[in-house]
């Protein structure tokens, strides 16, 4: 069952301004990932659940963050339906995280009051997502769309809040870009948590750079 309710996440995310996302099918690298991010800030996580037995790994991070990151709210990502949310749900996931819209894993979701985020990719879909009762908006894959699109749909719909994911990095040029957009927060995968980071360990490094990209975006925002 979840642990935080879903406007709980929402506020968190809006807060922030960022979801840290990554998979590594070591649970004990997982943690020290977890551990990394929370130390530099970080109160969110999007395991993206991509590798045979990826629930195993979710399930025992979780489990660690319930134990040992007292604030830090597990969710899940790359969930492609209704029976594979149904699970996560089960081991705790505090959001779940779409690459498209589905309508099964919105019931789901919405019958436990736990936030879950579709990729959209048009205004139509995003709509169709809001009806549901979607609160945040996740646009897939964000360096196909651009900052210019979430301008383009916060003009007729400034209530729509949006993350994109894909396309973003820790450049402030970048992030500049997406928040003087409109996006409420952005989901940061490869260039947050890298290739190189999980394979040399770099924990430290990963550490700083997570609480440099936080600092970062308090900036940004602050003087929009």
């Known amino acids: 069952m979840a642990k935080y309710t879903r406007l709980e996440v929402v506020q968190m995310m809006q807060k ?42 979710f399930s025992e991070l979780n489990k660690y963050a319930l134990k040992e990151l007292p604030e830090m709210i597990m969710g899940v990502g790359s969930i492609t339906d209704g029976s594979a949310a149904s699970l996560y749900l089960q081991m705790g996931a505090n959001f779940v995280v779409t690459p498209s819209l589905r309508e099964d894993i919105a019931i789901i979701c ?77 989901g940061m995968g490869s260039k947050l948590i890298s290739k190189d980071v999980l394979d040399q360990k770099d924990f430290e490094g990963l550490q700083k750079k997570v609480s440099e990209t936080i600092k970062l975006i308090e900036k940004i925002r602050k003087e929009k």
Not at 35 to 46: I, S, V
Not at 137 to 160: M, R, S
Request: aromatic share 10%.
């Open 16 to 57: 922030t301004g960022m979801v840290p996302l990554f998979y590594h099918s070591d649970p004990e690298i997982g943690k020290k990932v977890l551990k990394a991010c929370y130390d530099g800030g970080a109160r969110l996580m999007e395991f993206t659940a991509r590798g045979d037995f990826a629930f195993e790994v």
């Open 110 to 186: 919405n019958r436990r009051k736990v936030l879950w985020l579709p990729g959209c990719g048009s205004l139509t879909e995003i709509n169709k997502a809001e009806e549901l009762g979607c609160e945040l908006i996740k646009l897939f894959p964000g360096d196909i769309y651009g900052p210019e699109f979430v301008k383009a749909i916060k003009g007729p719909q400034p209530w729509t809040s949006i993350m994109p994911t894909g396309g973003v990095s820790t450049d402030e040029t970048n992030l500049r870009a997406w928040f003087d957009a409109g996006v409420t927060c952005v």
